[in-house]
């Protein structure tokens, strides 16, 4: 059974998160916070020392969410590829259907904490590099397993399927227009199939 404070820190971590990834670290003020939560200042202080330790556990927080729907996609597929097509397709459809609110945690928090929030950077970066060890296993069981071409660069293609994704993430939010993030998707899975190695 979860105990009274825990279900409001929890409270308090999920409500920030939206407010935090919508509107950025800086751009969020305790005012907001307490709107969101319906607390006051001491209630949240109560479970959070400061801004910046709240700020962690919601990111923590929305990447959790953004993990859970990548692993949900993947269950019962087993080909490489499938499973890469599938990361792809889960990522656009989160953006498409504003699941989750503000967009992708990972280049809302990189892009504003690159130089004003070191830790928070760091956080970002290891939220990051786990994105990117699950796509280089992938595709690195899949030459194991003689589904990919063994040729492929496993570096460079995790950096070209994240940056094809986040930067159409950001074309579609800066015009208000979700049509960059489908026409990222459908070339990216056309690129996929380059690399499709036939039994």
Not at 146 to 175: F, H, K, R, V
């Amino acid at each position: 059974m979860v105990s009274k404070s825990q279900a409001t820190k929890t409270h308090i971590v999920q409500q920030a998160a939206v407010v935090f990834n919508q509107q950025g670290y800086a751009g969020t003020s305790m005012s907001d916070i307490m709107q969101v939560t319906g607390l006051k200042k001491g209630g949240i202080y109560n479970h959070f020392n400061s801004k910046d330790e709240l700020a962690l556990a919601a990111f923590d927080y929305t990447v959790s969410l953004m993990v859970k729907q990548y692993k949900i996609a993947l269950q019962g597929k087993r080909h490489a590829i499938t499973r890469l097509k599938a990361i792809i397709e889960t990522f656009c459809r989160i953006v498409e259907t504003d699941a989750i609110k503000g967009g992708c945690p990972l280049m809302n928090t990189a892009v504003e904490s690159d130089d004003t929030h070191p830790v928070l950077c760091d956080r970002t970066r290891q939220a990051m590099n786990a994105w990117r060890q699950m796509i280089s296993k992938i595709i690195r069981l899949g030459i194991k397993h003689g589904e990919i071409d063994p040729t492929l660069n496993i570096d460079m293609t995790t950096t070209i399927l994240i940056s094809t994704l986040e930067g159409a993430l950001m074309m579609s939010q800066l015009y208000d227009d979700k049509t960059h993030v489908r026409w990222a998707k459908l070339h990216l899975l056309q690129y996929l199939e380059l690399f499709h190695k036939s039994p």
